[in-house]
């Protein structure tokens, strides 16, 4: 897979990438450690796929460039398919393209990552809790926190999208 550097010298001209502000994981080592190692505790027991669902809607949500560019391609790796991971973005017109399973956990996402919109509602909750077991739906509030927290460092820092490749670290 090209980068879009190598796209944009193929073909045509795309704007400069842009500078990233910080190396954070550079200069916090133990924070970065810590947030691979909760990473990691999240995701156990949770479906791959769902798994990236969740972090691609999330990333959207937030707007994370970094994370979305690293969870879409995480997600082909791990046989999503493009349909499913372009109709992310508008799921509550495109149902149909997943199980009640995922929709409740999508649902759940947008719930916890937009709490400016309040508390999460107990119906989006209760959604939630009838499609996962409660360790499951434990893990997937985690992935949820985590994957904020992992915007949020992609955002602050402007991390650059585009050079990600599956099974590289963070």
């Known amino acids: 897979m090209s980068t879009a550097q190598d796209i944009a010298q193929d073909t045509v001209e795309y704007a400069p990438e842009h500078a990233p502000r910080l190396n954070w994981a550079e200069h916090s080592p133990e924070v970065y450690k810590a947030m691979i190692r909760l990473d990691t505790a999240a995701r156990q027991g949770l479906d791959p796929k769902l798994y990236e669902l969740v972090k691609i809607r999330a990333s959207q949500v937030n707007h994370c460039a970094f994370c979305l560019d690293m969870h879409t391609k995480d997600a082909l790796a791990?046989?999503?398919s493009v349909e499913r991971i372009v109709q992310l973005g508008a799921w509550e017109e495109s149902r149909h393209f997943y199980t009640e399973k995922e929709?409740?956990?999508i649902e759940l996402t947008e719930a916890i990552t937009v709490l400016t919109d309040g508390f999460v509602p107990d119906e989006v909750y209760e959604?939630?809790?009838r499609h996962f077991e409660e360790g499951e739906l434990a893990q997937l509030i985690a992935a949820i926190t985590v994957i904020n927290a992992w915007n949020r460092f992609g955002v602050t820092t402007r991390m650059v999208p585009g050079?990600?490749?599956?099974g590289q670290h963070k």
């Open 78 to 80: 791990a046989g999503e």
């Open 127 to 129: 959604r939630a809790a």
């Open 163 to 166: 050079h990600y490749r599956p």
């Open 103 to 105: 929709l409740a956990a």
